[in-house]
């Protein structure tokens, strides 16, 4: 078998604070999600979607998403996405001889980074 991620699950705290920052932080249309009482399905290209599961209790288990930006400003708009959805930047975008990116969390205090390859 050929392992395949397909989608990924984070736990939230407030299902409907995370649904909103997740939707405008995306900019994804109604068309590409599921909402249930419980969680909320954001589907994306290539088969892979992400899950917000409104926690029943799990542990949280530490872990960090990156998101591939194209360009250097794509990060940077990322930032003024993620600060205006009510998110929080961690580290403001460094560049190296490789690459510019960034951390920031989401309101659950899950970790993200927005990097673009030099």
Known sequence: MEPRISSVTIFVD?????FAFYRRLFEIPH????????????F???DLSLVLLENVG???SQMM???????????DAIL?????AGG???????????????LFEDP???????????
């Open 80 to 84: 003024q996405r993620v600060v205006a």
């Open 58 to 60: 799990a542990k949280a």
């Open 65 to 75: 998403l990156t998101h591939a930006a194209e360009f250097a400003d794509d990060v």
């Open 88 to 102: 929080q930047v961690v580290q403001w975008p460094e560049k190296d001889a490789s690459s510019y990116a960034a």
């Open 14 to 18: 407030d299902l409907s604070r995370s």
């Open 108 to 118: 659950d205090g899950h970790l993200w980074e927005a990097i673009a390859w030099i």
């Open 44 to 46: 994306f290209e290539n």
């Open 31 to 42: 068309e590409q999600m599921v909402i249930h009482e419980d969680h909320v399905a954001f």
